[in-house]
């Protein structure tokens, strides 16, 4: 299992209403959120993204693509947290 500690600009700016993807791109370069993420084997983050039943197998051998949807998908989840009032760092778990 693995866990991203998540800041607040980073939640808010990769979950909000409409496209997020200049937004993701931009954060999976701060070395705080990237260091995490690229910490993740590509085959356990490919498994785990699966069980979203959101993309393909092909979509999911993009590594790359991978990485922005994980980013994202914590980022939406984190800010559950922040609205019920959890606090920031923000503590998303990837995986069982």
């Known amino acids: 299992m ?3 500690k998540l800041i607040r600009r980073c ?3 990769c979950s909000h ?3 997020c993807d200049d937004d993701v791109a931009h954060w999976l370069t701060v070395p705080r959120i990237a260091n995490q993420i690229n910490a993740i084997p590509a085959d356990y983050l490919a498994a785990y993204l699966k069980t979203f039943g959101a ?3 092909d979509q999911l051998g993009d590594h ?3 990485k922005a949807r994980l980013l994202w998908s914590a980022c ?3 800010k ?3 609205v019920h009032k959890e606090p ?3 503590t998303v778990y990837v995986g069982e």
């Open 11 to 13: 939640v808010e700016d």
């Open 2 to 4: 693995y866990f991203l």
């Open 80 to 82: 559950e947290q922040i």
């Open 17 to 19: 209403a409409g496209r």
């Open 88 to 90: 920031c760092p923000c």
């Open 76 to 78: 939406s989840t984190a």
């Open 55 to 57: 993309w393909d197998a």
């Open 64 to 66: 790359e693509q991978n």
